[in-house]
């Protein structure tokens, strides 16, 4: 079941507190990655678009279930989004805050798989609204509220080719020098810590001058 803490979740938990133990609240600097990192990181399968698929812009949000300032950036989509019909955002799901939030992640990515990146959006949402911790029976709940299927979402969640797409985000995560959530990649460059609404608009204006 997956919302118990299998072999492959203790893993990922391991390997994810080891590259953070918080996240950071101040605005951060951007600093230079290579584009190849760029476009590994754009081709992830644990990255769900929930933007447009062809925007001119692209930018990567990774995040966690259990950080609080990705409550507050995920609460920015809507405008964000909204205001920007030509935006490409892409969601990783990086569980770096230990085995509650790969469960969550686990659960995300199931639901991704099965019902797609409009109906993900609504999940992702709905999932940070859920007050306190959020593991893999919270979001399991949340998925059944929006319609997903149990045992589907359960069997896909604790698949290997979850495990892998979970496995993959982390080590280009790592690779990209993201030490804490919330963390942002646009282009030729990497943001780790919280960006308010009106920055990530002034990134994106950037990108296209």
């Known amino acids: 079941m997956v919302v118990a803490l299998n072999r492959r979740c203790l893993s990922l ?6 590259l953070t133990r918080g996240a950071q609240a101040s605005e951060p600097e951007g600093q230079a990655v290579p584009i190849e990192l760029f476009d590994e990181a754009r081709a992830l399968g644990a990255a769900v678009p929930v933007g447009s698929a062809r ?7 990774f995040f966690d279930y259990n950080c609080p300032y990705c409550r ?3 609460q920015d989509i809507p405008a964000l989004l909204a205001g920007d019909p030509d935006l490409d955002y892409l969601l990783v ?9 790969v469960q969550a992640a686990r659960v995300a990515l199931g639901y991704a798989q099965l019902y797609g990146p409009k109906g993900y959006l609504a999940f992702h949402l709905a999932l940070f609204g859920v007050r306190g911790g959020t593991d893999g029976r919270a979001a399991l709940e949340v998925a059944e509220r929006l319609g997903g299927e149990r045992k589907r979402l359960a069997a896909a969640a604790d698949s290997a080719r979850t495990t892998e797409r979970m496995k993959e985000a ?3 995560g790592s690779s990209l020098g993201l030490s804490a ?3 942002f990649v646009m282009g030729p460059a990497a943001y780790v810590g919280a960006l308010g609404l009106e920055r990530k608009r ?7 001058a």
């Open 181 to 183: 959530t919330p963390a």
């Open 13 to 18: 938990a391991i390997a994810s507190l080891a």
């Open 170 to 172: 982390l080590r280009v």
């Open 55 to 61: 925007g001119d812009v692209t930018l990567i949000e």
């Open 72 to 74: 507050r950036s995920a």
């Open 202 to 208: 002034a990134l994106v204006a950037q990108a296209r």
């Open 93 to 101: 799901n990086f569980a770096v805050l230990g085995p509650a939030s």
